[in-house]
């Protein structure tokens, strides 16, 4: 009778194993799928902080200079200096 309980046990500890790696939280699928979403969430942080960069730098060039407070006028305010006269060239 032991002889055969020996190998019975074995058996299903193993089904129970293989279960829990196809199966079970630790799956293969699930930490396959939770790899996708980490890489989409790493590509997500890659863009936001280039775009914090770009914000950080604006900042900078305002609180230092005049000159990107001209061009933001000048670009998007369509302002002109005294004595300064506008010409658009249409093509």
Do not use: C
Not at 41 to 49: D, E, L, P
């Amino acid at each position: 009778m032991a002889n055969r309980f020996v190998p019975i046990v074995l058996i299903a500890l193993l089904a129970v194993l293989h279960g829990q790696l196809w199966f079970g939280r630790g799956s293969v699928p699930n930490v396959s799928k939770l790899q996708g979403q980490l890489d989409t969430q790493k590509r997500n942080n890659a863009q936001a902080g280039l775009a914090n960069d770009r914000l950080s730098a604006e900042i900078r060039d305002l609180q230092e200079g005049l000159e990107i407070v001209e061009e933001k006028a000048r670009s998007e305010l369509g302002m002109l200096k005294s004595n300064e006269i506008y010409v658009q060239i249409a093509r």
